[in-house]
């Protein structure tokens, strides 16, 4: 199958034309689309008419299908027996059936973050399939992460170089969580390094986001603040972002080491319906670890 790659920006993002994904790929063709993604982080693919099954079947020539995150049992939302159900299947949604979401992470604004990356093993991939859209807002904004750490200066690479910082996360959080009035044990949380090493091109990527970054290790709260202040400008810096509106019918696909993501606000009275599901990964390799492939 024939196919052509339209980059988005320089440095991240480019829609796939010419498939139809609803359909067996040949290994050719999974070939060109893996090379795409190595190049551009995120993939995009427009005009879909994907069922679960038939999503589920193009997310597993990816990898291992990925595990649905559990909630405690308070913040899980009603399961949802329509026809967009599927076992494996996250629904990211704001429609409510007797007053409770059908899905996850259901209104307005979520600053950027990778997803997964509290987790000791996170997912490698994602790819989110959109129904229903709202008139405006709601888009996603992707950055990538190994641009956004060419760019920057010697002296942050330098503080950073060894380090871990403390990614954390609850299902019903859309800011920053406050450390001083929770206990960590409380929420879902892993120490990761501040730079990974990219297992595929063996590229620098930095890995801290807004959302979910808390606390870098060795630095006095005042200290870890400032930094990461600092460095979440050079992540969320225009110069390496792809902002992605959705219409219905699209599926995009995203490299959850190398890039990470936001979402813009919408109306809340406006239905919003996607389906998600991952790639699940292994732990993060930090850059330091084999310096020699740099």
Same mark, same amino acid.
């Given at each position: ?6 980059p ?5 993002g480019?829609e796939?034309?010419? /498939?139809?994904?609803s359909?067996p790929?040949?290994a050719?063709t999974?070939?060109?689309? +893996?090379?795409? =993604?190595?190049?551009?982080a995120?993939?995009?693919f427009r005009? %879909?008419q994907?069922?679960?099954?038939q999503q +589920?079947?193009?997310?597993?020539? =990816? ?5 649905r995150? %559990? @909630?405690?049992p308070?913040?899980?939302p009603?399961?949802?027996?329509g026809?967009? *159900?599927?076992?494996d299947a ?6 409510r059936?007797d007053?409770?979401?059908?899905g ?6 979520m600053w950027?973050?990778h997803?997964m990356c509290?987790a000791a093993?996170?997912n490698?991939?994602?790819?989110l *399939?959109?129904?229903e ?17 060419d &760019?920057?200066p ?11 910082v403390? %990614?954390?996360?609850d299902?019903?959080?859309? &800011?920053?969580?406050?450390l001083?009035? /929770?206990?960590?044990?409380s ?6 390094p501040?730079?990974?090493?990219? $297992? ?6 930095l890995?801290?986001?807004r959302l979910m970054?808390? &606390? ?5 709260? %005042? ?5 990461l202040d600092? /460095? ?5 810096? $225009?110069?390496?972002? *792809?902002?992605?509106? =959705?219409?219905?019918?699209d599926?995009?696909?995203w490299?959850?080491l190398n890039?990470m993501h936001a979402?813009?606000?919408?109306p +809340?009275e406006?239905r919003?319906?996607? &389906?998600?599901?991952?790639?699940s990964g292994t732990?993060v390799?930090?850059?330091w670890?084999d310096?020699s @492939?740099?």
């Open positions: 199958m024939s196919f052509t790659v339209h988005m920006t320089p440095v991240i480019a796939i034309r010419g /498939l139809d994904i359909r790929l040949d050719e999974v070939a060109g689309l +893996r090379h795409a =993604w190595r190049d551009h995120v993939l995009v005009d %879909q994907l069922d679960p099954d +589920r079947a193009f997310v597993s020539i =990816w990898g291992t299908i990925g595990k995150s %559990q @909630a405690l308070s913040q899980r009603r399961a949802w027996d026809p967009d *159900y599927n076992a996250m629904l990211v949604s704001n429609i059936k007053g409770k979401p059908i996850v992470l259901p209104d307005g604004e950027f973050h997803d509290y093993a996170p490698r991939a994602s790819f *399939y959109s129904m859209i709202p008139s405006h807002g709601g888009d996603t904004h992707f950055a990538s992460m190994s641009a956004a750490y &760019r920057l010697d002296r942050l690479r330098e503080a950073i170089e060894g380090r871990r403390l %990614q954390a996360f299902e019903l959080q859309d &800011r920053r969580l406050d001083d009035t /929770l206990s960590i044990e929420v879902k949380h892993a120490w990761q501040m730079v990974l090493r990219h $297992p595929e091109t063996g590229r620098r990527a890995y801290v986001n970054s808390h &606390r870098v290790e060795g630095l006095s709260p %005042q200290e870890s603040e400032a930094l600092e /460095l979440f400008t050079y992540g969320e810096d $225009p110069a390496v972002r *792809y902002e992605h509106v =959705w219409k219905v019918g599926l995009v696909m490299d959850n890039s979402r813009t606000d919408f +809340r406006e919003r319906l996607m &389906r998600r599901f991952t790639i732990p390799t930090a850059a670890e310096a @492939a740099a």
